[in-house]
């Protein structure tokens, strides 16, 4: 039996919504710690964790499949009405999380050494920082098995679990910072130790939710659980999606690392751009899980029909979000500008590169919008292969432009979510024929209808 074909603007914004209030309060881990750490008033310490935080975004970025892949995997079960399968993909991700998660923490002298030496900061940041890596690090399977909750949850449609479980989470962080910190005057250590209680008292939320979904136990037969075909289909989905961040990740360190060789003002506007991007992602990011998972339930019940619905709506709705985010960042970027920094000269050069800013949510839109679609279809191979392909535009696009300075930086930026997304949407429509063989519906175009 298959699901109704029709996928409403409703079910859309019931993911998509609580996904987008989600995406808001993740960066809250890190900036409780550095409100805190700068209530005390040592600059190295506030440096310290400025950096460690930055640090573990990355790090457990590069692990995001664990999140993504849990979504399309738990969604595409759901569409093929295998109950069962919904309670091993949840405890497979939990090994895999504590395999990797363990790995980090055995590994931690070695990554503290490298990721502290490449940032280059101070002697007395550095220090600090190493003193929040290294007990930070021990929330790393944590942190992990939480990714797969999360995704476990939305590949349900279960949005609004996913969002009180990750504001739960932030809660208790916030509050175990200012305790240990402002209180018991723990320092940076508390600050750490408190993003360890936080992702504990997620993880325990996490499993309690879960068993409650799966009356009561996580038991899975053991021939189920280690079943060749899935096993070997999960590991190297994952393995695309890693290899993807992977390439996502170098493009932004590089887009970062030659604004900084630009100049200091020139980093500190880029910076306040910067923000200008991440508000616009948590946005777009919010449709992608949507995309993932209505794609993910579609693609899992072979209903070719409620698949195209699912892309057609989220495309849409992504460029009316991407639209608005534009028209905001038009009319209100000079007065957000100035909210964030109060130095005349980044202010100028921030308006300076303002209008590539603007231009980036019509691009990036349709970036997301196919991330979340290729990912819910388990599309991984192709998408691992035109990301690296959109980073080697990206770095021939900046070679190119390079002579126009941090111009031909924003421009080369602006390159690559264009081809992110006009890459995959080339792509798509061989790929629904081959995945959707019976002709049922007729393939979207590879841009939006008029």
Do not use: H
Not at 116 to 131: H, Q, W, Y
């Amino acid at each position: 039996m298959s699901l109704p074909s029709r996928v409403t603007s409703a079910q859309v914004f019931a993911i998509a919504g609580p996904a987008m209030v989600a995406n808001l309060t993740t960066p809250l881990i890190g900036i409780a710690s550095t409100t805190a750490i700068g209530r005390l008033g040592d600059a190295a310490l506030l440096g310290g964790v400025a950096m460690a935080s930055v640090l573990f975004d990355c790090l457990f970025w590069l692990f995001a499949f664990l999140r993504m892949g849990t979504v399309a995997f738990t969604a595409q079960s759901l569409g093929a009405r295998e109950t069962q399968e919904l309670r091993a993909i949840l405890v497979r991700g939990f090994i895999v999380a504590a395999l990797v998660g363990s790995g980090l923490v055995v590994l931690q002298m070695p990554l503290a050494a490298l990721l502290l030496g490449a940032m280059g900061g101070s002697e007395g940041v550095t220090r600090a920082a190493k003193t929040y890596f290294t007990i930070r690090i021990w929330s790393a399977p944590l942190a992990l098995a939480n990714y797969v909750v999360l995704g476990w949850l939305i590949g349900q449609a279960r949005a609004r679990l996913a969002l009180s479980a990750q504001i739960a989470i932030n809660l208790v962080n916030m509050a175990a910072t200012m305790l240990l910190v402002l209180v018991f005057d723990a320092g940076i250590a508390g600050a750490a130790i408190a993003a360890v209680i936080a992702e504990t008292a997620g993880v325990l939320i996490g499993v309690a939710i879960a068993l409650r979904l799966l009356q009561g136990s996580l038991s899975v037969p053991r021939a189920m659980l280690f079943d060749r075909a899935r096993l070997m289909r999960m590991l190297a989905v994952n393995r695309d999606i890693m290899i993807r961040t992977a390439a996502l990740i170098t493009a932004f360190l590089f887009f970062t690392a030659q604004g900084a060789r630009a100049g200091d003002l020139t980093l500190a506007a880029n910076a306040v751009l910067n923000n200008f991007l991440l508000i616009s992602a948590f946005f777009l990011d919010g449709l992608a899980n949507a995309a993932e998972q209505l794609c993910g339930r579609a693609f899992g019940a072979r209903d070719r029909d409620g698949f195209a619905g699912a892309v057609r709506l989220v495309l849409r709705w992504g460029f009316a979000f991407a639209l608005v985010v534009t028209a905001v960042f038009a009319l209100f970027g000079p007065m957000l500008i100035d909210m964030m920094t109060a130095s005349a000269d980044v202010r100028r050069i921030a308006r300076d590169y303002l209008p590539f800013v603007i231009l980036s949510p019509a691009l990036a839109v349709f970036a997301f919008g196919f991330d979340g679609i290729y990912i819910g279809a388990t599309w991984a191979r192709d998408m691992r292969n035109l990301m690296l392909l959109s980073l080697l535009i990206f770095i021939a696009a900046w070679l190119a432009l390079r002579s126009f300075g941090n111009a031909g930086l924003w421009a080369a930026l602006l390159f690559n979510y264009a081809a992110r997304g006009g890459l995959q949407a080339l792509r798509y429509p061989a790929l629904l024929r081959k995945s959707f063989p019976e002709p049922s519906a007729v393939p979207i175009p590879a841009s939006l209808p008029p």
